[in-house]
């Protein structure tokens, strides 16, 4: 941990073991500096500081930039390497790259490695509306379990037909968080969030008709929410909704 690294740092300061310029020096090559592929910095202390390592948001990479970040990732921090937005060609040289590489095709991720699980015996919960908002719901659920969550699904739930949700009730009751999906009006997080006690991260998808406009109407539905304390991520951002839920399962869980 960063903390034990200082300290060792400090107390070699102290018996003037090393200088105050040579463990600056130390701390920035082990903590700061990182590696420079030229298109990419990864960032290799992302875990130390915010108790998750980077992702690797695929969208708008080449295949090769992808792969050569992750090889830089993995070496240099041994832990998960998540790739999210996916294009099946980046997926697939991840997959030759890497033999404990693991792809979800639904959610365009590729995780390689196994974090190791947060000591929570709670699940989060990760609830769709609709088949069609099945993409989004499985990169949350995959980022959980990249991240160490225990992590359970309760799909094809939507407010029409409001009685599959609530056969799930007591499901709903022993989460430690829940991520719920939905597109079209986006009203599926106000009725789980009036239901539970635990954090609700309302995740608006790009699913619906016209006046949908691209998920805008979920997102200001689930803005509008009169569910007290139901928290609203970007559209389609079931990576983000996972995070958020996973800092909380951490807090939790110390």
Do not use: W
């Not at 040579?22 to 590696?35: G, H, M, V």
């Not at 980022?143 to 409001?162: F, H, M, N, Q, R």
């Not at 949700?165 to 106000?190: F, Q, T």
């Amino acid at each position: 941990m960063m903390r034990d690294y200082l300290a060792e740092l400090f107390a070699k300061i102290a018996t003037e073991e090393l200088s105050f310029v040579e463990a600056a020096e130390l701390f920035q090559k082990e903590y700061r500096n990182s590696e420079t592929l030229g298109f990419a910095v990864p960032d290799f202390s992302r875990a130390e500081r915010c108790g998750f390592p980077e992702v690797i948001f695929g969208h708008g990479k080449t295949m090769e930039q992808i792969c050569a970040i992750a090889k830089s990732l993995r070496e240099k921090t041994g832990g998960v390497v998540l790739a999210t937005r996916l294009a099946p060609e980046a997926a697939a040289a991840l997959m030759r790259d890497f033999p404990d590489a693991k792809q979800n095709e639904l959610a365009r991720t590729v995780t390689i490695g196994e974090a190791p699980a947060l000591p929570c015996a709670k699940p989060v919960l990760v609830i769709s509306a609709g088949t069609s908002d099945l993409p989004v719901a499985e990169e949350a659920g995959e980022t959980l379990l990249a991240l160490g969550c225990l992590t359970e699904k309760i799909y094809d739930v939507g407010v029409a037909g409001l009685h599959r949700l609530l056969r799930h009730e007591a499901k709903l009751r022993e989460a430690v968080a829940i991520v719920v999906v939905a597109g079209m009006e986006g009203a599926l997080p106000s009725v789980v969030g009036g239901l539970v006690g635990c954090p609700v991260i309302a995740v608006p998808t790009s699913v619906g008709y016209g006046a949908s406009f691209g998920g805008v109407a979920a997102l200001l539905g689930m803005l509008n929410t009169c569910a007290a304390g139901v928290t609203v991520v970007n559209i389609d951002n079931g990576f983000g909704a996972a995070s958020a839920a996973a800092r909380i399962v951490r807090t939790a869980a110390n």
